[in-house]
T-cell receptor, first 116, second 112 residues
Framework: GAGVSQSPSNKVTEKGKDVELRCDPISGHTALYWYRQSLGQGLEFLIYFQGNSAPDKSGLPSDRFSAERTGGSVSTLTIQRTQQEDSAVYLC??????????????FGNGTRLTVT | GNSVTQMEGPVTLSEEAFLTINCTYTATGYPSLFWYVQYPGEGLQLLLKATKADDKGSNKGFEATYRKETTSFHLEKGSVQVSDSAVYFCALSDGAGNQFYFGTGTSLTVIP
């Protein structure tokens, strides 16, 4: 596709339910990132995938959060037993990594998650 | 460690005013620097970038110069428009290009 695609664009869920957020990166981009943006806050790094390497999960806030990337392309962020503090916009970004060249991130429009 | 500090907002300017949004950074190695813009209801878009010291990134009338001596990457525009109203994020990627660090964002509102 032309850009990073995220779905759904909006998700309202009840506290305690599980949710899955999907990200389809730009074709050929080897690196994929998930960030969380809370109201009025900056971007909080969650997790990073690069090719077939083990993901950098250092930003995941709790063991309720997990992510996978199948076939080096589509990624799913899963939040189990959602809490109200999980309400935020979840942003996915991808980039082409070629050696040490720092290509910029390309962001999707995000998924706005509301936990009631 | 790596970090980005940008000026607090919100910033409100009249149309055609001069804009500066300050950004300073702390980094090991040789980072690349970026400004991203987020229009209401949208994801972040790359505005401009600079990959080495003294480089000037520019786009849509915005400019920023990579100043290694002052560890700064201030965003400037000579004459803002209402359509520039958005949140602006300064960011750096580390020398290995594995991790990106973002400032907290500066909200800009331009009034006619």
């Amino acid at each position: 596709g032309a850009g990073v695609s995220q779905s759904p664009s909006n998700k309202v869920t009840e506290k305690g339910k599980d949710v899955e957020l999907r990200c389809d990166p730009i074709s050929g981009h080897t690196a994929l990132y998930w960030y969380r943006q809370s109201l009025g806050q900056g971007l909080e790094f969650l997790i990073y995938f690069q090719g077939n390497s083990a993901p950098d999960k250092s930003g995941l806030p709790s063991d309720r959060f997990s992510a996978e990337r199948t076939g080096g392309s589509v990624s799913t962020l899963t939040i189990q037993r959602t809490q109200q503090e999980d309400s935020a916009v979840y942003l996915c970004a991808s980039t082409q990594k070629t050696g040490s060249y720092n290509s910029p991130l390309h962001f999707g429009n995000g998924t706005r998650l509301t936990v009631t | 460690g790596n970090s980005v500090t940008q000026m607090e907002g919100p910033v409100t300017l009249s149309e055609e005013a001069f804009l500066t949004i300050n950004c300073t950074y702390t980094a090991t190695g040789y980072p690349s620097l970026f400004w991203y813009v987020q229009y209401p209801g949208e994801g972040l878009q790359l505005l401009l970038k600079a990959t080495k010291a003294d480089d000037k990134g520019s786009n849509k009338g915005f400019e920023a110069t990579y100043r290694k001596e002052t560890t700064s990457f201030h965003l400037e525009k000579g004459s803002v428009q209402v359509s520039d109203s958005a949140v602006y994020f300064c960011a750096l990627s580390d020398g290995a290009g594995n991790q990106f660090y973002f400032g907290t964002g500066t909200s800009l509102t331009v009034i006619p």
